[in-house]
């Protein structure tokens, strides 16, 4: 250590200088592992955590000592808030014990709602509970995106979570798409605003020491997927533009450029009959360099979507690198490929090996190696991750799931109810004899006297999902794609209750649905983005009143979702409910 000059240490120094003092000392093995951005997997006991069985990555000690990483995506729920954040100190004095003690970033995928998918969001845990970003949608809000912004910041940072993988700023253009519950809806001015909110509540007027990096996705726009099919899957790889509207999806990230927003992140699906390179957009140079790098003049990090680069396997089922286009390529041609095109990260991989010897053999210059690690060492010195590397077990205790965003969380999950139809039923009387199906007993029983049968009831209250297909293995049952019709046996089960008693419908709306045989049988139809059953039934019996709007169109039929062009928003014909509908009382 003696040799160090230590320099990049000092806080008064301007952070261009601190970055070129620590690069010009940095092996090039230790600039490959900036490259990397893997999941890890915390303890429950806030001590290093062992090998990963679910995702098979080695122990967090292995990850920062051995193979030099210092970017992760934590995966899975903290026990709590205080294990949560020793478990970060843990890894982070494990980070200062390597030659330069390079410090952790942190990053999390969405976990303040209810969603809960390994590799799309998180349930909320320990911290504050609010609605999917689709009930941000609904309320259309940026005074409120913003102020959830903020409170997820300050609960991100007092465990040590630095960057956030989110917001999705896709436009949700075709119904049946998998991934419309993290995005704020269907309209692209909507989804604009509100990205931008977003972005200024996560990282402030600018990104600094009390910031969470944003990195916005999925560049140049998620949404247009052939047959709404998914690109985590070899059979949603196509992205396809029939109205012509691949501008249309650029218009959210213009405006999360003009917010400051810190990071990118490219989709996995590759655009076809454009003028682009028919390639994944995580290997697409005419994408991210020509456009973002060249056109918008983005100098800030470009991380890839998870597992572009090399095979795995998840949940013991074999989960294929997402190469779309570029799946006859090796994984080293396609690491070569993905540098080529302007990114400076790779997600889901732990490949640092590859990129040294690649680099040793003449393939990528290291100019082009620094060029990336200034970018990201950059941002760790201006989060102030080198000067203020551990967090505050007490604080972060105090601070995740305070009463005070727990308030706030539950009043945006009241408001963000959409009341879509209402024949007089709602609000309910106070003390009512209920029949419930998909409500806890004891949490019914609070509003009314809990029934058995239809029969005994003065109304009935039933909570759906919006219909979605089974599909093979478990991972691809976490993306709800597919048909949007109910089953013909819940359509008449409705019906049979609402025969017997006037019943209201509560539908979680993570897709539109088709709703006509729910709404015709019904006296009332809710639509829901993540409420939990208390807070839903605040609005049913009037204590709160429901606020939200329809953040899509809602479409009438199969037929029409089929011939809807799905880069054209509010392209379905003849839709049940159009955006923006909701009634209250």
Known sequence: MSDLDTRYKDASLPVADRVEILLAQMSLEEKAGLFFHTI???????????????????????????????????????????????????LQEAALKTRLGIPVTISTDPRHAFSDNPLAALASGAFSQWPDMLGLGALQDEGLVERFGDIARREYTAVGIRVALHPQIDISTDSRWARQLNTFGEDPDTVSRLGAAYIRGFQGAELGPESVAAMAKHFPGGGPQKDGE???????????????????????????????????MPYYGMPV?????????????????????????????????????????????????????????TPRE?????????????????????????????????????????????????????????VDEDEAERTVGAAEFAAAGEAAQRASVTLLTNDGTLPLRKGLKLYVEGIDTETAAEYG????????????????????????????????????????????????????????????????????????????????????????????????????????????????????RPDVPFDTKDPRFRFGHGLTY
């Open 449 to 564: 006297t809990v029934v058995a049968t239809p029969e005994e009831a003065d109304a009935a209250v039933i909570r759906l999902q919006a219909p979605f297909e089974q599909r093979a293995t478990v991972f691809e049952n976490f993306f709800h794609a597919g048909s949007l019709e109910f089953p013909a046996e819940t359509v008449d089960h409705v019906a049979a209750v609402a025969a017997a008693v006037p019943t209201v419908v509560d539908v979680f709306l993570d897709r539109p649905a088709i709703l006509g045989p729910v709404v015709d049988a019904a006296a009332a139809v809710t639509g829901n983005y993540g409420t939990s059953a208390r807070a839903l039934l605040d609005v049913l019996t009037g204590k709160d009143a429901p606020r939200g709007k329809l953040p899509f169109d809602v479409p009438s039929s199969t037929e029409a979702v089929a011939a809807s």
């Open 334 to 390: 396609r690491m070569i490929k993905i540098l080529d095109a302007g990114a400076d990260q790779f997600g889901g991989e732990a490949l640092p090996d590859l990129l040294v010897d690649i680099v040793k053999a003449g393939e990528v210059s290291e100019e082009r190696i620094d060029a990336s690690a200034r970018r990201l060492l950059r941002e760790k010195f201006v989060l102030g991750l080198f000067d203020r590397p551990f």
């Open 40 to 90: 890890i997997v915390p303890s429950e006991d806030g001590e290093l955590a062992g090998p990963d069985a679910m995702f098979g990555g080695p122990s967090n000690e292995e990850y920062v000592s051995g193979l030099l990483m210092n970017h992760f995506n934590l995966l899975g729920g903290m026990p709590s808030a205080r294990l949560g954040a020793r478990w970060h100190n843990r």
């Open 230 to 264: 998914d690109p985590h899957f070899a059979y949603g790889r196509e992205q396809v533009y029939p109205g012509g509207k691949f501008e249309l999806h650029l218009q959210p990230f213009e405006a999360a450029l003009s917010a400051g927003v810190s990071q990118i």
């Open 273 to 329: 009959g454009t003028e682009y390179e028919e390639v994944g957009f995580g290997f697409n140079k005419s994408v991210l360099t020509g456009l973002l790098r060249e056109r918008y003049g983005f100098d800030g990090i470009v991380c890839t979507d998870w597992g572009l680069i090399s095979d795995g396997e998840i949940m013991g089922q074999p989960f294929p690198a997402r190469a779309w286009g570029v799946e006859h390529l």
